[in-house]
T-cell receptor
Framework: GQNIDQPTEMTATEGAIVQINCTYQ??????LFWYQQHAGEAPTFLSY????GLEEKGRFSSFLSRSKGYSYLLLKELQMKDSASYLC????????????FGPGTRLSVLP | KAGVTQTPRYLIKTRGQQVTLSCSPI?????VSWYQQTPGQGLQFLFE???????NKGNFPGRFSGRQFSNSRSEMNVSTLELGDSALYLC??????????????FGPGTRLLVL
């Protein structure tokens, strides 16, 4: 079976740093992806890791440890517009787009 | 460049009916994937089409089917609708090859309500 776990909800303050964790146990692995989804909108791609380590993209960074089945998304200098759900997803193989998504973490950024 | 478009945006059907949803990918994108999103189950992968062939399939019953046309537009069909099929159906497209190949671009979705 496929299993991806994320915290259900998190709250943080504007200007702070927040780390959203994701653990996975899947039958295959060909990359870990993070998506952002604002309420009532479609998910948008944030980051992608296929090798261990940290990928940085502006205020967002994502880390992967394949041996531990673990990833995190780090958001710095939080802004109100970062209030959204953050979805962790694993691509199962290298033949196309075959994904398993986590349940999502709803992040609320407070003033 | 226009984004992924999906029609219709909203749909109400009754149990037992069938429904067809349409997705037009970003120009040049040949891979189209379909997802179902519900509050209880989250985002679940239905299937992926590439070059008019189903390349990957998730764990959904055979009532869920799809196809892709030569212009990469895709349709998905759900037959014998059940109440549990009420969901947001999202389509995503991606390019094959190139620096952007890891990015899936999602459409706005079709919200289906089954009564």
């Amino acid at each position: 079976g496929q299993n991806i776990d994320q915290p259900t909800e998190m709250t943080a303050t504007e200007g702070a740093i927040v780390q959203i964790n994701c653990t996975y146990q899947t039958s295959g692995f060909n990359g870990l992806f993070w998506y952002q989804q604002h309420a009532g909108e479609a998910p948008t791609f944030l980051s992608y890791n296929v090798l261990d380590g940290l990928e940085e993209k502006g205020r967002f960074s994502s880390f992967l440890s394949r041996s531990k089945g673990y990833s995190y998304l780090l958001l710095k200098e939080l802004q109100m517009k970062d209030s959204a759900s953050y979805l962790c997803a694993v691509r199962l193989d290298n033949y196309g787009q075959n994904f398993v998504f986590g349940p999502g973490t709803r992040l609320s950024v407070l003033p | 460049k226009a984004g992924v478009t999906q029609t219709p945006r909203y749909l109400i059907k009754t149990r037992g009916q069938q429904v067809t949803l349409s997705c037009s990918p970003i120009s040049g994108h040949r891979s189209v994937s379909w997802y179902q999103q519900t509050p209880g189950q989250g985002l679940q992968f239905l299937f992926e089409y590439f070059s008019e062939t189903q390349r990957n399939k998730g764990n959904f019953p055979g009532r869920f089917s799809g196809r892709q046309f030569s212009n990469s537009r895709s349709e998905m069909n759900v037959s014998t609708l059940e109440l549990g099929d009420s969901a947001l159906y999202l389509c995503a497209s991606s390019i094959i090859g190139g620096p952007d190949q890891e990015t899936q671009y999602f459409g706005p979705g079709t919200r289906l309500l089954v009564l």
